[in-house]
């Protein structure tokens, strides 16, 4: 059965960057099928989906977040990474990484499979 | 303000059907798969129907999902206290060139 457990520092000064991981099991970040994704969910803003990796490196981003963040995925660890960089107090969310599932034709991907999900509080 | 707009509540007896819509444009439902997640209190968003009116392994018949034009509807079937939680909408926004979701439905069996 596939899990996804986020991790990274709980708390991360305003200007600072703010660094998550991705821990996949049971199953393969190279399965050719899927992307892996980051979301976050604030009151104030709902769901934002911040981004994708894919293993062979590809990405695509928000374009509201794109200039600050880098998506990696390291397929010799079966996690993948998140960077956002410059954060405010506006950063401050709970952060998801799901498994996004590739479509044969068509857009709208589904998230499969999400992280039970990790509170950052950007503050000084 | 979501892209997506859900109504922000919806309410029922149990046992009883609601219905959750989710509007859009030609930009995001009109031309791409709609999913929809069901939210508990405290947990993590969860699959229901994804390319519009499909349920993954596990999923009861009880959730059901449709799409018409640039609108999509959640259906929710025989209403449980279980299903209390809220619900979100959620495609690709071509023009945008970004995922986009609704506000989120709280649904709350009476």
């Known amino acids: 059965q596939l899990q996804l457990q986020e991790s990274g520092p709980g708390l991360v000064k305003p200007s600072e960057t703010l660094s998550l991981t991705c821990s996949v099991s049971g199953g393969s970040i190279s399965n050719s099928s899927y992307f892996w994704g980051w979301i976050r969910q604030s009151p104030g803003r709902g769901l934002e989906w911040i981004g994708n990796?894919?293993?062979?490196?590809?990405?695509s981003y928000s374009p509201s977040l794109k200039s600050r963040v880098t998506i990696s995925v390291d397929t010799s660890k079966n996690h993948f990474s998140l960077k956002l960089g410059s954060v405010t107090a506006a950063d401050t969310a709970v952060y998801y990484c799901?498994?996004?599932?590739?479509?044969?034709?068509?857009?709208?991907?589904?998230?499969?499979?999400w992280g039970q999900g990790t509170l950052i509080i950007v503050s000084s | 303000q979501s892209v997506l707009t859900q109504p922000p509540s919806v309410s029922a007896a149990p046992g009883q059907k609601v219905t959750i819509s989710c509007s859009g444009s030609?930009?995001?439902?009109?031309?791409?798969?709609v999913s929809w997640y069901q939210q508990l209190p405290g947990t993590a968003p969860k699959l229901l129907i994804y390319?519009?009116?499909k349920r993954p392994s596990g999923i009861p018949d009880r959730f059901s999902g449709s799409k018409s034009g640039t609108s999509a509807t959640l259906g929710i079937a025989g209403l449980q206290t279980g299903d209390e939680a809220h619900y979100y909408c959620?495609?690709?926004?071509?023009?945008?060139?970004?995922?986009?979701f609704g506000g989120g439905t709280e649904v709350t069996v009476l």
């Open positions: 799901a498994r996004v599932r590739r479509l044969a034709s068509g857009s709208g991907s589904p998230l499969d499979n």
């Open positions: 390319e519009n009116n």
């Open positions: 959620g495609t690709w926004d071509s023009s945008l060139s970004s995922a986009v």
């Open positions: 030609t930009s995001n439902i009109g031309n791409n798969y």
């Open positions: 990796g894919f293993y062979t490196g590809r990405t």
